[in-house]
């Protein structure tokens, strides 16, 4: 049964062929544990299972989360897929925190510019045995910077006695980070930091966010997956690669190709993720249940 649903990801995602392999090589295995997982914690009265999968940018994880998603559901397992993009603030709320903090807040993307409270919120209502009423599933939209509204979200249904989904998928690029040390923070890691935070400022801010209820969310995985990059370097490459596929894709429609950023471009942006990434990088293959090790093709070569 899996050989089709995963023939009908590729052609549905325009997937290369060579996707097939690599699917049943490291997810098939994932979806069967997964559930064993579920049935465990089902067992237990500690339903849905709550999976995290961690990754820098262009490492797969929201391809990996759908195709778990189509794997379990085919196994008629309810499943809430969530990522942490989900709950980026809107525009407004990071020009406040833009003009109360620093300006670097602006631009979505690190700790402190996502309502955790939200997140935090939607994860207890999928645990939720008793509820009467659907649950909705927020989603950002990023053609418009900006949370889709309420009425356009995902539903689950309710359930009898039964919380409204089996297994929670959620991803983030830096779920399941801790905080650093001040020492860490003391000096920049690179121009962005030098140039426009040379007190501190903006990243002592993100940090302080990552300690509070960014914590408390990452607490609520049962297990953690991490899509582990060869280094940092191979983030702003992938990057490019996906600001050169969606202009040669959508240049046509006006509406994304206002969005789209030159290399300069993608080149600052990244560096509001770097010291994070890196830190994930050297934090999580120790942290994470499960690690898998990319190449610089964005393919999976190791699982430990």
């Not at 050989?3 to 098939?28: G, N, Y």
């Not at 929670?168 to 399941?176: D, F, M, P, R, T």
Request: charged share 25%.
């Amino acid at each position: 049964m899996h050989t089709h649903v995963i023939q009908r990801f590729i052609d549905s995602h325009a997937l290369p062929h060579h996707f097939a392999d690599d699917a049943e090589r490291w997810f098939v295995p994932l979806s069967d544990e997964l559930m064993a997982a579920f049935g465990r914690s089902n067992t237990m009265g500690k339903s849905p299972f709550v999976l995290g999968i961690s990754g820098c940018q262009g490492s797969g994880k929201s391809t990996a989360c759908e195709l778990l998603e189509s794997l379990l559901s085919a196994q008629g397992l309810v499943v809430a897929r969530l990522s942490l993009d989900d709950f980026y603030f809107s525009q407004q709320r990071r020009r406040v925190l833009a003009q109360a903090v620093h300006p670097l807040f602006a631009t979505r993307g690190v700790p402190g510019t996502h309502d955790i409270d939200l997140a935090l919120t939607t994860l207890a209502a999928l645990r939720d045995n008793d509820r009467s009423d659907i649950t909705a599933l927020p989603r950002f939209d990023k053609t418009t910077d900006n949370p889709l509204p309420r009425e356009e979200w995902p539903i689950l249904s309710a359930r009898h006695n039964r919380p409204p989904a089996d297994i929670v998928l959620l991803e983030g690029w830096c779920l399941g980070a801790t905080p650093q040390s001040e020492c860490e923070l003391a000096g920049a890691c690179n121009s962005l930091e030098r140039e426009e935070d040379p007190e501190g400022l903006w990243r002592g801010f993100v940090n302080e966010q990552l300690a509070g209820d960014y914590q408390i969310l990452f607490s609520q995985l049962d297990r953690l997956i991490f899509l582990a990059a060869p280094s940092f370097d191979s983030v702003l490459t992938w990057r490019i690669r996906q600001e050169s596929r969606l202009r040669a894709r959508e240049l046509h429609w006006a509406p994304l190709a206002s969005e789209l950023m030159n290399e300069a471009q993608v080149e600052r942006f990244v560096q509001h993720f770097e010291r994070l990434t890196k830190h994930c990088l050297a934090l999580l293959p120790s942290i994470a249940d499960t690690v898998f090790e990319l190449d610089t093709n964005q393919r999976i070569v190791d699982r430990r």
